[in-house]
């Protein structure tokens, strides 16, 4: 009788209740864990992995040896994807961190943007086979959601291959231009040579990812971040994984003998504002990929497919050229269905196995 009352209370309140909706994605969402991937890309010695090592508080690279500059010239370029699992107040990150070690090193540079634009498609690619497949409720989504650029601080701007990888690759990912090892520079060079780079970003027609603009709801302090985020682009950083004591306190940073570089003091560095631009726009860099990059891919390669499929019939052969259509699809889901009796397969085995296990414990 109770219930009934606190039924009917509720009813007569004017609270219908779907206010608690974005409650109930939190929660899903939070069950479900997040994915994300970051491309670096950039010349050896600009300290990339320590950066990253950094703003994510874990070692992503336990065993990397670093080569000499005679094994560099015998190496050809190769993209190294490391994931690590992220857990920080029961939410979960699944990242993926997708080196490119050696770029820029050769004294040829074109394959390097190959490589790197065959693996950004290759992702776009997987992805759209798993959407159109029969597993659609369990894709792993590899697509790159941004791209680190390091931009030496030595120089007087961007050099040629700084723009010409760019130029290449601003319509495929969402590129956040970084400054690294922005400590050998006075705060006057950091910021003339800031200038620098977005005039030649503008001058060479290049997209490199817009912070949204915020609604005119949101709240002051919002508002002031967001601004300060704008203005700190190209981001100028430097990273470190040691620990130093300043004034009685623990802060990670670089030890000169003038002094310490605090990486988390805003007065040193962008790496602060770095971080929180990333994690703070984490599910628009996501949007933008899957609404820009993902959508210009996929209906490219529709587009194409279709063109493929004009040429056949208007070749004379109409007939043979529909039928050789439905025998590619035909043959795609015989694929895509044997590709799914093995994984059935493989699990019962693997099952199999287990209660063997399990039966030969108990007896």
Same mark, same amino acid.
């Given at each position: 009788?109770?219930?009934?009352?606190? @039924?009917?209370?509720?009813?007569t309140?004017?609270?219908?209740?779907?206010a608690?909706?974005?409650?109930?994605? $939190?929660?899903? #969402?939070?069950?479900?864990?997040?994915?994300?991937?970051l491309?670096?890309?950039?010349? #050896?010695? *600009?300290?990339?992995?320590?950066?990253v090592?950094?703003?994510?508080?874990?070692?992503?690279?336990?065993?990397?040896?670093?080569?000499?500059?005679v094994?560099? =010239?015998?190496?050809?370029?190769?993209l190294?994807?490391?994931?690590?699992?992220?857990?920080?107040?029961?939410?979960?990150?699944r990242?993926?961190?997708?080196?490119?070690?050696?770029?820029?090193?050769a004294?040829?540079?074109?394959?390097s @943007?190959?490589?790197?634009?065959?693996?950004?498609?290759?992702?776009?690619?997987?992805?759209?086979?798993?959407?159109?497949?029969?597993?659609?409720?369990?894709?792993v989504?590899?697509?790159? !959601?941004?791209?680190?650029? @390091?931009? #030496?601080?030595?120089? !007087?701007?961007?050099?040629?291959?700084?723009?010409?990888?760019?130029?290449? *690759? !601003?319509?495929?990912?969402?590129?956040?231009?970084v400054?690294?090892?922005?400590?050998?520079?006075?705060?006057?060079?950091?910021?003339? *040579?800031?200038?620098?780079?977005?005039?030649?970003?503008?001058?060479?027609?290049?997209?490199?990812?817009?912070?949204?603009?915020?609604d005119?709801?949101?709240?002051?302090?919002?508002?002031e971040?967001?601004?300060?985020?704008?203005?700190?682009?190209p981001?100028?950083?430097?990273?470190?994984?040691?620990?130093?004591?300043v004034?009685?306190?623990?802060?990670?940073?670089?030890?000169?003998?003038?002094?310490?570089?605090?990486?988390?003091?805003?007065? $040193?560095?962008?790496?602060?504002?770095?971080?929180?631009?990333l994690? =703070?726009h984490m599910q628009?860099?996501?949007e933008?990929?899957?609404?820009? $990059?993902?959508?210009?891919y996929?209906?490219e390669?529709?587009?194409?497919?279709?063109?493929?499929?004009?040429?056949?019939?208007?070749?004379?052969?109409g $007939?043979?050229?529909?039928?050789?259509? @439905?025998?590619?699809? =035909?043959?795609?889901?015989?694929?895509?269905?044997?590709?799914?009796e093995a994984? *059935?397969?493989?699990?019962?085995?693997?099952?199999?196995?287990m209660?063997?296990?399990?039966?030969?414990?108990?007896?």
């Amino acid at each position: 009788m109770s219930s009934e009352k606190q @039924f009917s209370a509720m009813d007569t309140s004017g609270y219908v209740g779907f206010a608690n909706l974005p409650n109930q994605v $939190h929660r899903k #969402s939070v069950k479900k864990g997040f994915e994300f991937t970051l491309m670096i890309v950039g010349e #050896s010695g *600009l300290g990339k992995s320590t950066l990253v090592n950094s703003l994510f508080l874990t070692d992503l690279y336990p065993e990397r040896v670093v080569p000499d500059a005679v094994e560099r =010239t015998k190496q050809s370029l190769k993209l190294d994807a490391s994931t690590v699992e992220i857990e920080e107040r029961g939410v979960k990150l699944r990242l993926t961190v997708v080196d490119v070690p050696g770029f820029g090193d050769a004294i040829d540079n074109s394959n390097s @943007f190959n490589n790197i634009l065959e693996y950004i498609d290759e992702q776009y690619e997987r992805y759209l086979r798993d959407e159109s497949g029969l597993n659609r409720r369990n894709i792993v989504d590899n697509r790159v !959601h941004c791209c680190f650029y @390091f931009i #030496s601080p030595f120089g !007087h701007g961007l050099k040629p291959l700084d723009i010409e990888f760019m130029k290449k *690759l !601003h319509q495929k990912v969402n590129i956040v231009p970084v400054i690294a090892k922005s400590d050998v520079l006075t705060k006057k060079e950091v910021n003339r *040579l800031k200038s620098r780079i977005l005039e030649e970003i503008k001058e060479n027609g290049i997209k490199i990812y817009p912070l949204p603009d915020c609604d005119s709801d949101e709240d002051e302090d919002y508002k002031e971040q967001v601004r300060q985020l704008k203005e700190a682009v190209p981001f100028a950083v430097c990273g470190s994984t040691t620990l130093l004591e300043v004034k009685g306190k623990k802060v990670r940073g670089r030890l000169y003998p003038w002094g310490v570089v605090e990486v988390e003091n805003p007065e $040193h560095c962008d790496f602060i504002k770095l971080r929180t631009m990333l994690i =703070t726009h984490m599910q628009d860099l996501q949007e933008v990929t899957q609404e820009v $990059h993902y959508e210009n891919y996929r209906s490219e390669r529709l587009a194409k497919a279709s063109r493929n499929a004009n040429g056949k019939m208007a070749n004379g052969n109409g $007939h043979l050229a529909k039928e050789e259509v @439905f025998e590619d699809d =035909t043959n795609e889901k015989d694929r895509i269905l044997k590709e799914k009796e093995a994984e *059935l397969k493989r699990m019962q085995e693997m099952l199999a196995q287990m209660q063997a296990k399990i039966q030969a414990q108990q007896n």
